[in-house]
Nanobody
Framework: QVQLVESGGGLVQAGGSLRLSCAASGRTSSITSMGWFRQAPGKERAFVAAIGWNGGSTRYADSVKGRFTISRDNGKNTVSLQMNNLKPEDTAVYFC????????????WGQGTQVTVSS
């Protein structure tokens, strides 16, 4: 089992930047990838970005390409999301999640952190 705790959410103006972090604890030796998702009011939870834990390969949703950067620190068991040029459409609760043992799905989720982008 892995526990995930997000931090770094807040209120920013359009065009601003914010950096989210997620710390993992528990059975971290089994982590194969970590990702970020977001859920806006009235909408389904959507994929944002993911990173392979060992190889470091990354994947991004089209809506955030060129603006967001995902990174990880294996030694600290953390994953971060640097968000630049934020837009009001980015307003959502952001969740980090983890894939264990190459399961092919995200089985463990953090509690979420609110990001609000004002016009």
């Amino acid at each position: 089992q892995v526990q995930l705790v997000e931090s770094g959410g807040g209120l920013v103006q359009a065009g601003g930047s914010l950096r989210l972090s997620c710390a993992a604890s528990g059975r971290t030796s089994s982590i194969t990838s970590m990702g970020w998702f977001r859920q806006a009011p009235g909408k389904e939870r959507a994929f944002v970005a993911a990173i392979g834990w060992n190889g470091g390969s990354t994947r991004y949703a089209d809506s955030v390409k060129g603006r967001f950067t995902i990174s990880r620190d294996n030694g600290k068991n953390t994953v971060s999301l640097q968000m630049n040029n934020l837009k009001p459409e980015d307003t959502a609760v952001y969740f980090c999640a983890v894939v264990l043992n190459r399961a092919g799905k995200y089985d463990y989720w953090g509690q979420g952190t609110q990001v609000t982008v004002s016009s």
